[in-house]
């Protein structure tokens, strides 16, 4: 989801304020889009216990509209229901040893949410399968996640793409994986018996993973920059200090406000973390003119009444004109950007049908009427290397991508794989060392730059990549073979056999063709 930021407007001089702020009011109407309450209910919540996992199972009288997510502190899994309201003889016979349901209604947001949250006594992995009017959470009780770690949740949906497909339509998000093994070849030589392991298959790619997350707080209302935090024990008024420089909000915080923090959260809104702070912590926010207060529950707080004013204005035609003038361009970067968020709305729905053609249509009229949008035109090279293979457009968008922001390294990413594509050796090089050589480059991009010097029969290299891989992210299956089949391409037998057997006493799960084949070559040696 992209956003539209407006420029801050100073309140000193009068009649610039009145002036933009009687814009702002008129221009709402065309930039919130209100969604009127539906009939559906939540008739009940039921559970189904065994050793081996928990079965929870939502009801409704119609169909869901839904967004399912996990949060910490307590760990609980929300599953987020809009257009719809509580039964009144809404049921809950949720009866488990690991878990506990509770209900709320928040109806400060548009549509209003309604949300069931399923309190557990430790953090398990879980599948959610969605339904037209049911929703079913499969809790794994023997699978319990560490605390920090990811629970991995996999959402299944009646009627959408497999989970394999799925994720494939996912690789060309802002910034996604792409699929390199079948983009840049395959070997010809005797690990052509291996069978075809392509590293970024079955994944889905960062960025396709926060557009989810994304999506998923948009839906509650969380929709403030994004921030990744590590708190240990830090006095709360150096966290609060720390929130006001990312947000640009004036904070002030009440002198009774005392105390410590330790938190820890990874790619949240920092509004959504103001809050998780205020709830530990038993405090309460008011917002005012880009200024929060905060201070203890228990405590009243007032905003100042407004103040008469004994000063006369006079406009000056000179002032008046070239606050017209600013107004003016001020709506003409605010009305651009609108009617971008609406091409993008309608290019991710036609994406969502695997109409990509369509899609890119609308991202490329979003493109023109935003320019600066360093992502969006990367999404496009994605869309077309990924979906299209069309290489030549790939590498074009990724250009304007990194013209906009040449740190881009999802851009430089696409823009080398497209010119490995195209045999362009030199523009590939030149664009993979890019992408790898910041300080913690992405794995794709480690595991993408491996394969394409494998290609070019530079071993050397190839290897060089997948040991910095390895340092920074330790050895996967994908690598671990990719090592030993390069060894063995070297001619260097008993390394590419001591890999072999490192496969064999690894723990992965080995696909049975590559254990058969595994064996065969630890037993020819």
Not at 189 to 194: G, R
Not at 358 to 366: D, F, P, T
Request: aromatic share 8%.
């Amino acid at each position: 989801m992209f956003l539209i930021f407006f420029p801050t407007i100073s309140n000193k001089d009068v009649g610039k304020f009145l002036c933009i702020t009687l814009l702002f009011l008129l221009m709402l109407p065309s930039q919130l889009v209100a969604a009127s309450e539906g009939n559906i209910e939540i008739l009940s919540a039921t559970s189904s216990e065994t050793d081996q996992k928990l079965e929870i199972r939502i009801k409704c009288s119609g169909k869901i509209i839904s967004t399912i997510y996990e949060l910490p502190n307590p760990d609980r899994i929300v599953v987020d229901i809009a257009e719809a309201s509580f039964s009144k003889e809404f049921n809950n016979q949720v009866n488990s040893s690991i878990a506990k349901i509770q209900t709320k209604a928040i109806t400060d947001v548009k549509p209003n949410i309604y949300r069931i949250e399923i309190i557990l006594s430790e953090k398990f992995a879980y599948q959610a399968i969605k339904e037209d009017t049911e929703i079913l959470l499969n809790i794994n009780k023997k699978d319990k996640i560490s605390a920090g770690s990811p629970a991995g949740a996999l959402t299944e949906e009646k009627g959408v793409p497999s989970d394999k497909q799925s994720q494939q339509m996912k690789a060309g998000d802002l910034g996604g994986k792409d699929k390199i093994g079948g983009l840049i070849g395959s070997s010809k030589t005797i690990d052509n018996q291996l069978p075809d392991i392509n590293p970024l298959d079955n994944k889905i790619s960062p960025k396709a993973k926060e557009q989810q997350m994304q999506d998923a707080f948009n839906f509650s209302g969380y929709n403030k920059e994004r921030i990744t935090v590590e708190f240990q024990k830090m006095d709360l008024h150096n966290v609060f200090n720390f929130l006001r420089q990312v947000s640009g909000v004036n904070i002030v915080v009440d002198e009774s406000v005392q105390g410590s923090l330790t938190l820890v959260l990874d790619d949240v809104p920092w509004d959504f973390a103001l809050d998780i702070i205020l709830n530990l912590k038993d405090l309460e926010k008011e917002e005012r003119f880009n200024t929060l207060v905060i201070y203890p529950k228990k405590k009243e707080f007032k905003w100042p009444e407004k103040g008469q004013n004994n000063l006369s204005f006079q406009a000056d035609s000179k002032v008046v004109e070239q606050e017209a003038l600013v107004i003016k361009q001020q709506e003409k970067q605010s009305i651009e950007p609108t009617e971008a968020k609406q091409e993008i709305a309608l290019g991710r729905e036609a994406e969502k049908q695997d109409n990509f053609e369509i899609a890119l249509s609308h991202y490329e009229k979003a493109l023109e009427k935003w320019p600066s949008n360093s992502k969006l035109a990367n999404k496009i090279a994605s869309i077309y290397l990924v979906q299209l293979r069309q290489n030549a457009k790939s590498l074009y968008y990724s250009k304007i991508a990194l013209g906009k922001d040449p740190n881009n390294t999802a851009a430089l990413l696409n823009a080398a794989i497209a010119s490995a594509n195209m045999q362009d050796k030199q523009k590939a090089v030149f664009y993979f060392n890019q992408c790898t050589q910041v300080k913690k480059p992405a794995k794709e991009a480690l595991i993408s730059y491996a394969s394409f010097s494998e290609e070019q029969h530079e071993y050397a290299g190839a290897l060089k990549i997948l040991d910095k891989h390895n340092s920074l992210y330790g050895e996967d299956l994908d690598t671990m073979v990719a090592g030993a089949r390069i060894y063995d391409k070297l001619g260097q037998r008993q390394q590419a056999t001591e890999r072999y057997r490192k496969i064999m006493l690894s723990g992965y799960n080995v696909p049975p063709d590559l254990d058969k084949y595994i064996k065969g070559r630890v037993a020819l040696n």
